[in-house]
């Protein structure tokens, strides 16, 4: 459900601040759609915001080509993080819960031809920080050790446990389901959902 939020940062905002900040804006602009349609009381609503963040910089999605190649020269060879905020509240109960999840990125030592040729495939002009982390031809992540999922799209195993704190189970083992589908052994899902680590 498409909602209509100001997605500006406010004056001295830290980045967890606002990612919070805005996903809660958009779980109560949902909510309040929602309730306005008629949506049953016990479903769901998920709202989530990015950020990525380089020494204090938020990069957005770039504005043209010379803006993407600035980004991706900025964090070739460096880490950076993507911050994510969720917020989860129900059609019936406009109560909110919130958690984020933030992921140390280290980007890979490409050389400049490799960089060229992804800004000129176009891949990277829709995505915050100019680039996507499944891209396997142009592969900008290296060693990353912490939620894959969190800078593809959405942190789930964050989402799972906010989600069990309205007393619903999954059908589905998420850490597994997670990392089959990215193919990728998260080191911190454990961690994320207070489980042994043996799934």
Do not use: W
Not at 25 to 34: D, G, I, P, T, V
Not at 66 to 90: C, F, P, S, W, Y
């Amino acid at each position: 459900m498409p909602v209509d939020v100001d997605e500006s940062p406010a004056p001295n905002e830290n980045v967890e601040s606002c990612v919070l900040r805005l996903s809660e804006m958009k779980a109560r602009a949902a909510h309040e759609q929602s309730v306005q349609l008629g949506f049953p009381h016990d479903q769901i609503i998920v709202a989530a915001d990015t950020l990525v963040v380089y020494q204090s910089e938020i990069l957005g999605k770039p504005r043209n080509i010379t803006d993407a190649k600035r980004m991706l020269e900025l964090l070739r060879n460096k880490t950076h993080q993507v911050i994510t905020g969720i917020t989860i509240t129900t059609v019936g109960n406009a109560d909110l819960t919130t958690d984020v999840c933030s992921t140390d990125v280290p980007m890979r030592d490409y050389g400049d031809d490799e960089l060229a040729k992804y800004v000129n495939s176009g891949d990277p002009m829709d995505k915050a920080g100019a680039y996507a982390i499944q891209n396997t031809d142009f592969h900008p992540v290296n060693g990353l050790s912490g939620c894959f999922a969190s800078v593809m799209g959405l942190p789930l195993c964050h989402l799972a446990r906010s989600i069990m704190k309205f007393d619903l189970k999954f059908s589905e083992d998420i850490p597994s389901a997670c990392q089959e589908a990215l193919h990728y052994t998260c080191p911190v899902f454990a961690s994320i959902l207070d489980i042994d680590g043996t799934k």
